[in-house]
């Protein structure tokens, strides 16, 4: 019922930026979170970034003062602006979403993920 869609994925020169979108869609009564996670193969998806209805965010160690998340008003769409990125950043980045469909449903939703690519 509800969809979140990640996009501005691409390769990146060490140093350099690039800014992910992710758009819900759907039956959306409330948003209580949105963040950014991160998956390789064969590795555990970790949280870059997390951003709350309050506008209290939190981040990964490695990515403090690089990496940026913000949102428009409704918490939708939330982005994720990246700086100075290393090839370790190199990742298939994910958008989630602990949303409300109605007064008293909820879930938590995943995007299909965007690819970004740092090379060495």
């Known amino acids: 019922q509800v969809q979140l869609m990640e996009s501005g994925g691409g390769l990146v020169q060490p140093g350099g930026s690039l800014s992910l979108s992710c758009e819900a869609s759907?039956?959306?009564?409330?948003?209580?979170?949105m963040g950014w996670y991160r998956q390789g193969a064969g590795t555990q998806r970790e949280l870059v970034a997390t951003?709350?209805?309050?506008?209290?965010?939190e981040y990964a160690d490695s990515v403090k003062g690089r990496f940026t998340i913000s949102r428009d008003n409704a918490m939708n769409p939330v982005y994720l602006r990246m700086s100075n990125l290393k090839p370790e950043d190199t990742d298939v980045y994910y958008c989630?979403?602990?949303?409300?469909?109605?007064?008293?449903?909820?879930?938590?939703?995943w995007g299909q993920g965007t690819q970004v690519t740092v090379p060495s």
């Open positions: 759907g039956s959306i009564f409330r948003i209580v979170a």
């Open positions: 989630n979403g602990r949303i409300y469909s109605s007064r008293s449903q909820w879930n938590e939703y």
């Open positions: 951003v709350n209805a309050g506008g209290a965010t």
